[in-house]
C-alpha cells in the first residue's frame, strides 16, 4: 500500500503565495505520475498540474505561468508552487500519485485566497 500526505495549504490574501508538498511513503515502487487535482464547492474535481518522474509536466491552462510543480524523485515528493493566487483558486486541493500499484489519494489540504 501507498501512503499520501499533503501538506501547506492554508489562508492567504489575493496575489499571494502557497508552497503545497505531497510526500508518498510505503510500497513506491514503479512510481510514475504526480498530480495535483482541486475541488471548489458546487464544481468538479479538476486537474491543476501533474509531472512525470521524468519530469515532464501538464498545467491546467487557468493556472499556467502562476503555479509550478516539481518533484524530488529520491523522496518521492512533489510541490505545488502556487503564486499570484486569485480567490478562484478557493478549493480543496488533493494529491494523486499514480505507481504500478495503482493511483492513491491524499486527504486533501485546504486552500482559501481572500479577495
Known amino acids: 500500500q501507498v501512503q499520501v500526505v499533503e501538506s501547506g495549504g492554508g489562508l492567504v490574501q489575493a496575489g499571494g503565495s502557497l508552497r503545497l508538498s505531497c510526500a508518498a511513503s510505503?510500497?513506491?515502487?514503479?512510481?510514475?505520475?504526480m498530480g495535483w487535482y482541486r475541488q471548489a464547492p458546487g464544481k468538479q474535481r479538476e486537474l491543476v498540474a501533474r509531472?512525470?518522474?521524468?519530469?515532464?509536466?501538464v498545467y491546467a491552462g487557468s493556472v499556467k505561468g502562476r503555479f509550478t510543480i516539481s518533484r524530488d524523485n529520491a523522496k518521492t515528493t512533489a510541490y505545488l508552487q502556487m503564486n499570484s493566487l486569485k480567490p478562484e483558486d478557493t478549493a480543496v486541493y488533493y494529491c494523486?500519485?499514480?505507481?504500478?500499484?495503482?493511483?492513491?489519494w491524499g486527504q486533501g489540504t485546504q486552500v482559501t485566497v481572500s479577495s
Open positions: 510505503g510500497s513506491t515502487f514503479g512510481w510514475i505520475t
Open positions: 494523486n500519485s499514480r505507481f504500478q500499484a495503482g493511483d492513491f
Open positions: 509531472i512525470t518522474i521524468g519530469g515532464t509536466t
